[in-house]
């Protein structure tokens, strides 16, 4: 009886510890953009399902252009200057987004590749621009000769 409830016991640890070990780095939360279609992206993406070991170990980069062919999207040229940074907030994890090229386009499509404590996966995201509600109003006509 004893050796069942220890047979048991030593295959629920394993269990567990396979289903830890196939557990995904981290899942891709809310986004949160603040910026607009023709500007520089500025975005934070929530960083969700986090382990306490991966917190300081998190690296997350833009996955491969063969990633992008795969999936047949094209990858846009404003992320080849994407930055990203994770940074917590209010006790939670978020990845910082930001380009110095615009975004020209109403969507981004976004393939991470996340890695921490030995593990490593690909997320996908898509972020929504919208056009700024206030534009800059247009540059005013320089003045010809006659008017000068």
Request: proline share 7%.
């Amino acid at each position: 009886m004893q050796r069942n409830t220890l047979l048991t016991s030593i295959l629920a640890g394993a269990g567990a510890l396979l289903l830890a070990a196939a557990a995904p780095a981290a899942e891709l939360g809310d986004i949160a953009v603040r910026s607009y279609i023709g500007q520089p992206l500025a975005a934070d993406i929530e960083l969700v399902q986090l382990a306490p070991d991966e917190v300081s170990a998190l690296q997350v980069r833009l996955a491969q252009q063969d990633v992008y062919r795969g999936a047949n999207i094209s990858m846009n040229p404003a992320l080849g200057s994407l930055h990203m940074t994770v940074v917590r907030r209010d006790g939670r994890q978020f990845l910082h987004l930001t380009t110095t090229r615009a975004i020209d386009a109403e969507y981004v499509h976004l393939f991470l590749e996340l890695s921490a404590a030995g593990r490593q996966d690909v997320r996908a995201a898509t972020v929504w621009l919208q056009a700024d509600p206030n534009p800059a109003p247009p540059p005013l006509p320089a003045p010809t000769a006659a008017q000068a």
